[in-house]
């Protein structure tokens, strides 16, 4: 399994396929998912700022997961944040999701933060029980109850 920095000219259509499936499989639909445009532009942004943080897992030649990592302020302190941990569909369930939470625990140990978050979707099962099995505990529920809050610890 390999990590590759995100290029949005090589890997645009990736990156908005494997983000618009992860709304499907967390909400039942993509039209949570927006304007394709305002994805890459943020998308642009945070890879500039975290380039380590937002890259494509790699096996055998083929993308199988994404990745976006950043830092960021929570209740005065610098956080790790998630904001997508993807795997194709018919890698789930395998273990790669292990090897690729590890490489968020190394690069949020190397940005020095000891604490970090996600949201995961009330309805989405398989991602908590996932979560829960790394050691993630629930904080609770945010926009109206539709994703709960997670924390874990370095």
């Known amino acids: 399994m ?3 920095e995100i290029d949005l000219k090589k890997h645009r259509d990736t990156v ?15 039209s949570g998912f927006g304007e394709e445009e305002d994805y890459l532009r943020w998308l642009d942004g945070k890879i500039n700022d ?3 943080g937002f890259v494509l ?4 030649g083929k993308y199988i997961g994404q990745l976006e990592l ?8 610098d ?15 395998l273990g790669k999701g292990k090897k690729i939470h590890n490489y968020a625990m190394q690069f949020f140990e190397n940005n020095k933060v000891n604490e970090y978050h996600l949201r995961v979707s009330s309805s989405n099962a398989a991602a908590i029980m996932f979560y829960r099995k790394i050691g993630m505990e629930e904080v609770g529920p945010e926009v109206d109850g539709k994703v709960i809050r997670t924390i874990g610890y370095l």
């Open 79 to 93: 956080i790790g944040y998630v904001n997508l941990y993807y795997l194709i569909p018919q890698m789930r369930g």
């Open 57 to 60: 897992v790699e096996e055998d």
């Open 70 to 77: 950043t830092i960021r302020e929570y209740k005065g302190n």
């Open 2 to 4: 390999q990590f590759e």
């Open 16 to 30: 908005v396929e494997f983000r618009k499936d992860s709304f499907k499989v967390s909400f039942g639909n993509s």
């Open 50 to 52: 975290f380039p380590k």
